[in-house]
């Protein structure tokens, strides 16, 4: 025998495409989606639509049994008391055809390539609720598939659109440095600027050193894959090697730009600033400082209180970094900010403060030079971000 309807069920239109699937339509709201009885239910019940008729067709007499019928509710509410309802997430029935699963993979996948994010977080019990609530028809790709075919998929979508764009382009740039990937292993990136910059090539050097020669020979390859002719100026760090290569390719390409990088420069000037006495007597001063209070909990919160009593935020002590001389600036901004909440710390009776950090705190020839050399700095600094 055939499965008795329920009252939800007559609510509803069901129709079959063309590869013979059953599909649903409200009667009311118009929202459709493939045939799932318990998903019609659940839409039956909170569908604004037939809810506002239902309410309307209480005070009519003339309504039919029939949509009288239709228009009771799953759940049995209180018949006397009228009640405004508002559409929700879980009314909201949409379809999704195999065009939408494609793109909708795509972009999550995109998302987790460009931000960094574990693939794992896929499997996560929240992640997989998130995505059943807020899409429920949109069929959550699984770690394997972000790791392998997603990947690859993206890998050649991205190559392609940034072929397309410099062959779009006349002119373009090349710049090319160092880095070390999260294996410490050497590799060199190449960037096209059009004039947007687009990563173009990396490039794992392993046992090949850093001579003039290689660093020429891979300037040139890139150059070559990409159509040397396009390319106007090439860029890259100052240093020595570097500097070697431009003239060995200035040899073969005289109509050709090679340029070291400015900001690289500006860095380079910074760190020859900072071994003059004066200047590092000021950082060094700076950097003990800092460390003090990264070193002691209680001193550090109590700064953090005052720091918001004065400036309603906390300020965090910066610590300078051996390769980017820029950040010798931040170390002495940040305390010059925080200056007066630093003071106030010596009036509390109850911190142990040594007595050298204690001097430099109190000590107004020390804030002068910080505030002279912060005024020095800030211009480098300004240029370079």
């Known amino acids: 025998m055939p499965k008795a309807k329920g009252k939800f069920q007559e609510a509803f239109l069901v129709t079959k495409d063309s590869r013979g699937k059953e599909h649903y339509k409200c009667k009311f709201c118009s929202a459709n989606g493939a045939k799932n009885e318990s998903r019609m239910a659940k839409h039956y019940n909170i569908c604004s639509a037939r809810l506002n008729q239902s309410n309307l067709s209480q005070d009519s007499s003339n309504s039919s049994q029939h949509s009288s019928n239709l228009s009771q509710p799953l759940l049995k509410k209180n018949s006397s008391k009228k009640h405004v309802y508002q559409a929700t997430v879980d009314g909201y029935i949409q379809t999704i055809s195999k065009s939408d699963q494609r793109e909708l993979e795509s972009l999550l996948a995109r998302a987790f390539y460009s931000t960094g994010i574990s693939f794992n977080i896929i499997d996560n019990p929240d992640m997989k609720a998130f995505f059943e609530k807020a899409c429920p028809l949109f069929e959550l790709p699984n770690r394997q598939k972000i790791s392998n075919f997603l990947l690859e998929q993206e890998y050649n979508h991205l190559k392609t659109t940034i072929n397309t764009l410099i062959k779009k382009t006349p002119y373009t740039c090349l710049v090319s440095d160092g880095w070390s990937n999260i294996n410490k292993e050497s590799i060199i990136n190449y960037m096209i600027t059009t004039p947007k ?189």
């Not at 300037?219 to 040397?228: D, K, L, R």
């Not at 003090?292 to 009593?309: D, Y």
């Open 197 to 385: 910059p687009l990563f173009f090539k990396s490039y794992p050097t392993k046992e090949e050193s850093h001579t003039a020669e290689n660093i020429a020979n891979g300037i040139e390859t890139v150059m070559q894959i990409a159509g040397i002719n396009k390319f106007a100026a090439v860029i890259t760090d100052n240093a020595a090697n570097m500097r070697a290569s431009w003239r060995l390719l200035k040899a073969k390409y005289h109509s050709k730009v090679f340029l070291g990088c400015w900001a690289h420069g500006i860095n380079l000037w910074i760190k020859d600033i900072t071994k003059i006495e004066w200047v590092h007597t000021i950082l060094n001063n700076s950097k003990e400082l800092t460390i003090w209070f990264r070193r002691h909990q209680i001193p550090l919160a109590t700064l953090h209180q005052l720091q918001e009593k004065e400036y309603g935020k906390k300020i965090t002590l910066a610590l300078p970094v051996d390769t980017r001389w820029g950040s010798s600036f931040y170390c002495i901004d940040s305390l010059l900010q925080t200056k007066k909440a630093m003071r106030g710390l010596l009036a509390e009776d109850h911190l142990e403060i040594d007595e050298a950090i204690r001097h430099n705190i109190n000590n107004n020839s020390f804030w002068n030079n910080l505030q002279h050399l912060r005024n020095f700095l800030n211009p480098f600094v300004k240029f370079i971000t």
